[in-house]
């Protein structure tokens, strides 16, 4: 029924009585207004939560983030002209789209994990369930709008003006909530289930409350069985998403998973193969990226710790680490009189101390009493540090995300040369020279820019390839690498080996005339291409 744009007029129902009287009609705009703040927040949630998955699946934070609100936003466009002939059905369409995104946004993110886990479709499931989930959320304002403007008719500015100080402040609550609500305590797929029922119940309850004398019994009976069937279905995924986790997961590691923990931070992982000949392969996991195998980890960790251990070395900085593997080869040397280690993840540092399999391999180390363990950010540490140190060591992740990117700039290298003394010698993982030539190679030149002098030199880690690392000092002359004279027993490395490793053939010689990375133009790892991408 229309209604003029200045007179509130009392509307017939399919029962045959008036619309509500004033005060009914002031508790049935608040009732609306409610309405819209909460589908507002658990619309925004569904944002976050795929941007987040994203993140943790594939790495790149500023890829997803721009293919999620892009999509969603366009969608919401389309979804609000959609809505456009359904403003007669305005009450019913609205409780049918609220229990269809309901269902389709409480089930997307384990939906998407498991595009990922089995069927490798994540991008095109990604696109197809931002593009469905934004037409849907954008169908809800205007239906909203005239669900409002039935109560009481008012000045269109006016109404648009209530309508969306709701929306705002329910997407400001929601994108809070999601981070420092949802995600401690339910994780990401129950936390998706857990708004996708509060979305069910917020878009049903205003309908069958406020507007149920505007449907005829037969639809309020088919939305009543529909509600139950998606709570029903969302109830279900609840229950059983901790299989489901453990299941997907175990898809995407060809070893028995042995440990996993999703923390604030990342997606940590722990595999253990029993079955090789006389050895067992213990194997930890970021986010699906391999961070050590424990048949071959002692190459990687001699070469990059003992050619910095070569002359003072009483205070060692390791910027990374968590694992403690590198800092169990600090540890072999009696005169190191204080470790400090400073690692994003405390659930890294936990696992590090407390797994028997990671225990055994880093030898205890967390336990020796010259070791100091940091829980933060190595960037925000180094920032705050007033200590000197004579050997660093920046064990990182590869910079795959604007999260780590940071961690390769020429500001960071900077605040690592503020903590080095005039002596000091430092090296930092690079990554592959031969798979990742442009990256390796700017990471040198970024140290450079920072004011280091530097010498590469690579070595091969069957896990990975050929791993190169870059040894910097403050100058003026370019430190070689070399072992100590008392340096311990070593599996893998001995001088001549070291002096060939800092050789490199023609083609995967220095690339000259790479920029530098820094806080304002980062660069970041695409593994596809083998080289950073600027932005």
């Excluded at 209530?162 to 949802?182: E, K, Q």
Aim: hydrophobic content about 50%; proline content about 6%.
């Amino acid at each position: 029924m229309a209604v003029s744009a200045g007179t509130a007029a009392p509307e017939s129902t399919s029962d045959g009585e008036a619309g509500p009287g004033p005060q009914r009609g002031r508790l049935a705009r608040f009732a609306v207004l409610v309405a819209v703040f909460v589908c507002a927040a658990c619309g925004l949630v569904y944002e976050l939560a795929l941007v987040a998955l994203g993140s943790y699946l594939i790495g790149d934070t500023i890829g997803q983030a721009s293919i999620v609100l892009s999509l969603m936003v366009f969608a919401m466009g389309v979804g609000a002209l959609v809505a456009k002939p359904l403003q007669p059905w305005a009450a019913a369409s609205f409780a049918a789209i609220e229990l269809v995104l309901a269902l389709l946004g409480g089930l997307s993110v384990l939906l998407l994990y498991a595009a990922f886990a089995w069927l490798s479709l994540y991008l095109p499931a990604l696109i197809a369930t931002a593009l469905v989930l934004g037409l849907l959320i954008g169908a809800e304002i205007p239906l909203l709008m005239v669900l409002l403007q039935r109560i009481r008719s008012q000045d269109a500015g006016s109404a648009v003006a209530d309508m969306f100080a709701a929306d705002y402040v329910g997407g400001l609550v929601g994108g809070l909530a999601f981070p420092f609500l949802l995600l401690p305590l339910f994780g990401q797929i129950q936390g998706a289930l857990v708004v996708g029922m509060l979305n069910a119940a917020a878009g049903l309850g205003l309908v069958l409350t406020v507007f149920r004398r505007e449907m005829a019994r037969r639809a309020r009976w088919l939305l009543l069985a529909a509600s139950v069937l998606v709570g029903g279905i969302l109830v279900g995924a609840y229950a059983f998403a901790d299989d489901f986790e453990v299941t997907a997961r175990q898809a995407l590691y060809s070893d028995p998973v042995v440990r996993a923990e999703r923390s604030q931070y990342q997606d940590v992982v722990l595999t253990e193969n029993t079955a090789l000949a006389g050895a067992r392969d213990t194997r930890l996991y970021l986010n699906g990226d391999l961070q050590f195998s424990s048949v071959d980890e002692y190459r990687y960790h001699e070469a990059l710790v003992h050619p910095a251990m070569k002359g003072p070395r009483g205070r060692v900085l390791v910027l990374g680490g968590g694992d403690g593997l590198a800092l169990r080869e600090v540890l072999k040397y009696p005169d190191v009189e204080h470790v400090t280690l400073v690692d994003l993840d405390p659930a890294v540092l936990d696992l590090a101390r407390t797994d028997p399999r990671v225990r055994s391999l880093n030898g205890d180390a967390f336990a020796d009493p010259r070791v100091r363990a940091v829980a933060g950010d190595a960037f925000s540490w180094l920032r705050e540090n007033r200590a000197k140190f004579d050997v660093v060591l920046v064990d990182m992740p590869d910079a795959d995300s604007t999260a780590t990117a940071k961690l390769y700039s020429s500001e960071f290298y900077g605040l690592v040369r503020h903590a080095m003394t005039d002596d000091a010698r430092v090296v930092v993982q690079s990554g592959s020279p031969y798979f990742a030539p442009k990256a390796y190679w700017c990471i040198e030149s970024t140290l450079r820019a920072a004011g280091m002098v530097t010498t590469p030199y690579e070595v091969n880690v069957p896990s990975f390839g050929e791993w190169g690392f870059h040894l910097a000092a403050k100058g003026p002359t370019a430190p070689h690498p070399e072992l100590p004279a008392d340096a311990p027993p070593l599996r893998s490395l001995d001088q001549a080996a070291l002096d060939a490793a800092a050789v490199f053939p023609p083609d995967r010689d220095r690339i000259p005339g790479l920029r530098p990375s820094t806080l304002m133009h980062p660069t970041i790892l695409d593994y596809a291409k083998g080289e950073w991408v600027n932005y």
